[in-house]
């Protein structure tokens, strides 16, 4: 008689999820040690009909009423999500650690609890007693805001069912744990089932609820990318340690758009919006400074002014130098071979550095005739006009390209204080355009090398 095959037990990584045939010491996929463990078996069922708590109705006869926005109290989040928090929607912000993800969202619930509602704060990553101490230092004291702090998932659904809050906050997602489900807190498994629980406590009691997510070494969320599907709105809290603003991004935004940024202040005494970020990024001189230009970039939908500096010196070593700060190091290389190849500058034997005012990040093409007139200016020793912005995107065939919402950069800068602006020629929307700025449109950049031949203030 034949033996009887025993099937072969699978594997798991409890980070990730990777699943293989064999015990590896370590997972194939997210290259962590120790994580991988026998999966749990899968349970064979057969779902069958059972009652409907609500039936289906016409669409037009749903009601909206209850799923209105209502405004955070922080009008920089108001402008990522669309208007304000929804009843029942389930937020994830996620961001490094130090960046002030637990800051910013405890100042949402005090501005939350200063309106009458009531607030629960569950941390799983600190105590009640250092929660209150932070808020303490910003101020953000209430008697309707509620403080818990817990990592059991059943702890969290009875503090919800006791308090009845309208907002809760768990900081963070991958803290919370559940005893009815194998696996370490924040494993895949676990994170699933805590996520699949506050949701739909959410959706059921119509609370607007904020989930805390960590992130990974690249920058993404943590966990499951499961976890990003079932909720609502993913936020994506960035800034840098040397600076001080915070912006804060809409990867996905089934309530409004995505293409909104906030912008915040990380001070002292907590987080504070700032509704016009322009001055963080441009630094006035008194008189016109060789190797500096403005540009406007387009983060979202907002435009913002930014100054792309640029400093050239004889280099004391075979291989001259190139280093870059808030700009994409190989668009700068590319840029100073246009500059050489078509413009005649001589930067072979110069050390070249070029960086951003205020910590920003600049990725986008259109910085491109900012940086060229940046470096142009330093190599030259000759100042770029000071109320003078350059726009374009700069192609390897020296031509200088169009780029999209020009109107409303110009219209920026020109509120600003800016009087004169270099744009790519034949851009649309500039017809229509009513503004006193002098529009200086080129095709090449040879032709924006002249900028720096202007000595009369605009």
Known sequence: MAATKTARPGYVCADCGWTTSKWVGRCGECQAWGTVDVAAPVRAGRTQAAPV????????????????????????????????????????????PGVGKSTLLLEVAARWARAGRRTLYVSGEESAAQVRLRAERTGAVD?????????????????????????????????IGSADVDGVPGGVTQVREVASAVIQRAKHDNIATLLVGHVTKDGSVAGPRVLEHLVDVVLQFEG??????RLLRAVKN???????????????????????????????????????????????????????QALTVKSSTPSPRRTSSGLDSSR?????????????????????YTATVGGARLVEPSVDLALALATASAQRETAVPA?????????????????????????????????????????????GLRTSMTIIPISDIQSAMGCLDVTAPY
């Not at 840098?240 to 603003?245: A, T, V």
């Not at 441009?282 to 387009?298: A, D, F, I, K, L």
């Not at 700068?332 to 070249?352: F, G, P, Q, R, Y």
Request: glycine share 10%; aromatic share 2%; with cysteine.
């Open 53 to 96: 708590v609500t039936p289906a109705v016409p669409i037009s006869q749903v009601t909206i009423e209850s799923a209105r926005s209502t405004t955070s109290g922080i009008g920089e989040l108001d402008r990522v999500l669309g208007g304000g928090v929804v009843p029942g929607a389930v937020l994830l912000l996620a961001g490094e």
């Open 143 to 175: 008697d309707n805001l509620y403080l818990a702090a817990e990592t059991d998932l059943g702890a969290v659904l009875t503090h919800v069912e006791t308090v009845k809050p309208g907002l809760l906050i768990i900081d963070s997602v991958q803290t």
């Open 240 to 245: 840098d340690r040397s600076s001080r603003l």
């Open 254 to 308: 089934r309530f409004g758009p995505v293409d909104e940024i906030g912008c915040f202040d990380l001070v002292d005494d907590g987080i504070v919006e700032v509704p016009d970020p322009t001055g963080l990024f441009v630094s006035r001189h008194e008189q016109p400074v060789p190797g500096t230009c403005v540009t406007v970039t387009m983060e979202g939908r907002r435009p913002l002014l930014a100054e792309v």
């Open 332 to 352: 700068v290389a590319m840029i100073l071979a246009v500059l050489t190849k078509h413009c005649k500058l001589n930067l072979s034997e110069l050390d070249v």
């Open 387 to 431: 109320n003078l912005v350059a726009i374009g995107e700069v192609g390897l065939a020296g031509e200088v390209r169009k780029v999209s919402n020009l109107a409303a950069r110009l219209r920026e800068a020109e509120r600003i204080g800016f009087r004169c602006a270099v744009v790519p020629a034949g851009s649309e929307g500039l017809d």
